[in-house]
Structure formats: structure tokens, C-alpha cells
């Protein structure tokens, strides 16, 4: 599936990072480094609750899926755009919600001081395997 435009995401639209929103969450892996354009994994709307047990259902089998507490970390669009950053829709077969958080400057973007601004846009909530609570 091909990447898409930023404008294809309403402002008011829910995001959640699996893992929460914390600098060490948010700062791109050698892999997400290699992507184009280069950014980390979110999907859009729904709840916290419903962002895990869509990690669940399509991963089953994964040991990190089976631990009892999990953190997701929620904003909005707007919020990540009004923090220097953009959100693309970037579906893919298990999760036609997925989308890529980037930075206009690509790698060189997500230094410290912006991902410490990104992080005062998400809300964490955390839980067991059977609710994630604010």
C-alpha cells in the first residue's frame, strides 16, 4: 500500500503511539531511519484499549503482546502538527489504521529538544492485558 498525504488526516483525528509518549518511545530506530519518509509507527482512532488488542489480534503468538501492562501514549492530530511534526496515513494489510509520524527535516528532525517537545502532546494511559486506564 503507498503512503499518504498529511491532508488525508483530519486535525481532530486520535493517535496513539504503542509504548507511550516518551522521548526514548518517540525517537526513530535504524529501521524507522531507513524509511521514506523516515518516522515511527502510530495508528489513528479508537481508544488506547482498542490500539492494544488490534496488537494483539495481529499478533497473537508475540511474548511482548502477552505481558500483563501496557502503556499507549494518545494526541491528536493537530497537537502533532502544532509540536514542528506530521502525520501520513501509511495502511497496511493488518492495520489499515496505521499511520507514520515524521518531521519535515526527515532524521535530522527528531533531535532531543523537538521529541521533548512531542512528548507534552501525548496523554499515556497504561493496564493490564484486560484495560488500559487513564
Avoid at 11 to 34: C, F, M, W
Avoid at 36 to 61: D, H, K, N, Y
Amino acid at each position: 500500500m503507498a503512503i499518504g498525504r498529511s491532508e488525508d488526516i483530519a486535525p481532530e483525528t486520535v493517535v496513539h503511539r504503542i509504548g507511550g509518549g516518551n522521548v526514548a518511545n518517540l525517537r526513530l530506530s535504524t529501521l524507522d531511519e531507513k524509511l521514506t519518509p523516515p518516522g515511527i509507527s502510530v495508528l489513528l482512532g479508537g481508544t488506547p484499549q482498542e490500539a492494544v488488542t488490534q496488537m494483539r489480534q495481529a499478533f497473537p503468538r508475540s511474548r511482548k503482546w502477552r505481558r500483563t501492562a501496557h502503556t499507549v501514549g494518545t494526541t491528536a492530530a493537530v497537537a502533532l502538527r502544532q509540536a514542528g511534526f506530521e502525520i501520513v496515513p501509511d495502511p497496511t494489510t493488518r492495520f489499515p489504521n496505521h499511520a507514520r509520524l515524521i518531521h519535515p527535516d526527515g532524521v535530522v528532525g527528531f533531535t532531543d529538544a523537538n521529541l521533548e517537545r512531542l512528548t507534552q502532546t501525548f496523554r499515556d494511559t497504561r493496564g493490564t492485558n484486560h484495560e488500559i486506564v487513564c
